[in-house]
């Protein structure tokens, strides 16, 4: 049986992870691997999701606006 994934909340638990990584290691420090340990996932998933750390800052930018 297919695994049904909630893309909208899948996304949404990457960006809080960034959230976190980012606030605590800075952007230059912080790493895609790292806000993927964050979210319990694999650093791939966030690429499936975003296309680099300055994409994801971004869209973490725009979240939390």
């Known amino acids: 049986m297919a695994i049904i ?4 909340r ?3 638990e990457i960006l809080a992870a960034a959230m976190r990584v ?14 993927a340990d964050e979210a319990g996932i694999g650093k791939g998933t966030v690429y499936e ?4 750390k300055t994409d994801l800052f971004l ?3 725009d979240h939390m606006l």
């Open 59 to 61: 869209a973490l930018h």
């Open 5 to 8: 994934v909630d893309k909208e």
């Open 49 to 52: 999701y975003f296309r680099s």
């Open 22 to 35: 980012f606030a605590r290691d800075g952007y230059h420090r912080a790493r895609v691997e790292a806000v």
């Open 10 to 12: 899948k996304r949404r």
